[in-house]
Nanobody, 124 residues
Framework: QVSVVETGGGSVQPGGSLRLSCVVSPSDLYSVAWFRRAPGQGRAGVAGFYATDEERTDYASTVKGRFIISRDLASNTYYLQMNDLKPQDTAIYYC??????????????????WGQGTQVTVSS
């Protein structure tokens, strides 16, 4: 069984930054993606990281240039650095994990293992 635990949510003013963390166990070469569910909306892919030699990343157009996904292999921790946050970034953020090869990283149907979610609120 794969364990996925997110931390790092909170409240921030527009233009601020937050960093979300996702700790995954046991250790393996996982592909990881962050999804979010805004109030009244479905869950949408935000950013993904492919566990390949290329270490490919994918970003939704709404966050490209503002969010950065990365990992620390030694601690099995994946990060989502969120900069220049906007009120429309307010959502519950979920970390999703699986052993994937090829295809899009931003499709929730591809991931079997999910964290419990962490709330991010952007408001003045």
């Amino acid at each position: 069984q794969v364990s996925v635990v997110e931390t790092g949510g909170g409240s921030v003013q527009p233009g601020g930054s937050l960093r979300l963390s996702c700790v995954v166990s046991p250790s393996d070469l996982y592909s990881v993606a962050w999804f979010r569910r805004a109030p009244g909306q479905g869950r949408a892919g935000v950013a993904g990281f492919y566990a390949t030699d290329e270490e490919r990343t994918d970003y939704a157009s709404t966050v490209k240039g503002r969010f950065i996904i990365s990992r620390d292999l030694a601690s099995n921790t994946y990060y989502l650095q969120m900069n220049d946050l906007k009120p429309q970034d307010t959502a519950i953020y979920y970390c999703a994990v699986d052993r994937l090869t090829g295809g899009s990283l931003l499709l929730e149907s591809r991931f079997r293992y999910w964290g419990q979610g962490t709330q991010v609120t952007v408001s003045s």
